[in-house]
């Protein structure tokens, strides 16, 4: 195979190999991340579509890398989904979005946070006892928490993800079926699982303005959740083309950089004092 060319496949080696390289160094790092307290909660609001008030907070992993800087989790969560490290991570954001609503009920509000779920966690047994532990520690009532699962990884694991589904609902946390329309699944197919909210993957409402299909579809996507009794949350909404067009649409929620960032506790506190004076 390398008898033409050698030299430009040694340097897609190298350059493979230096690929490698970078996973296996970051994946070392990350198994001390959590330790050396250099992970970190963003929240980014999610806004009701007709009153504009403020309905939740979705909770996005950080890492503070001590050299590299701030890591985003397209980088570092498929790493630790490879080398067996999600699940450590994955408890520590249910601790750790646990506490901050404790902080936040404190402070006299009572925030709904949603968290986003691996399948690994899925198909792992102590999953929903480890988030009905973290939800009395820190006194939260169940119904403040939303678990996000990617549609795409439902369909795949429907068996585990229904079983969880179903457990998690038992203990009174909410379900959402992240990233809706990439998976190729059929809304028929979500009924078997007891969600209460359906997200519509941003790519969708990126095309919502200049495309009449895409426009068509995400109508239809909302008239059918909410015949299956769910709430619809559009991701990803950047302009206000889109914002009015989700809300003729009767799109329940909308989330994204027209509305706010994802940010930190500190600066989110900020953020919701600036609404209030609006
Ligand atoms: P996601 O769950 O679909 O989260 C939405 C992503 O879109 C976030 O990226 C968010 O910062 C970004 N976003 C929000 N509004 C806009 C917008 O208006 N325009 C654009 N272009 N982007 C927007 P982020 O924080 O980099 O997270 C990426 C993905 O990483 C998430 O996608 C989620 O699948 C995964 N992830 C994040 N935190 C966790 C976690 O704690 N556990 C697991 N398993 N996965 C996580
Ligand atoms: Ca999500
Ligand atoms: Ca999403
Ligand atoms: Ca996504």
Known sequence: AKRAGGHTYALFESRMNEGVQEQLALQHDLRHAVERNELLLHYQPKIDARLGRLQGVEALLRWQHPTRGMIGPNVFIPIAERFGLINGLGNW???ESCRQMRVWADQGMLMSVAINLSVHQLRTEDLVHRIESALTRHRVMPSQLLCEIT???AME???STQRAFEELQRIGVYLSIDDFGTGYSSLSYLRQLPARQLKIDRSFVADIEVRPDARAIVGAVIQLAHQLGLRVVAEGVET????DILLALQCDELQGYL???PMPEAA???????QAVM
């Open 151 to 153: 549609e795409s990884v």
């Open 93 to 95: 954001v249910i601790e």
């Open 259 to 261: 509305l706010a960032r």
């Open 240 to 243: 206000e083309g889109q914002r």
């Open 157 to 159: 694991d429907i068996k």
């Open 268 to 274: 989110l506190g900020v953020w919701m004092s600036q």
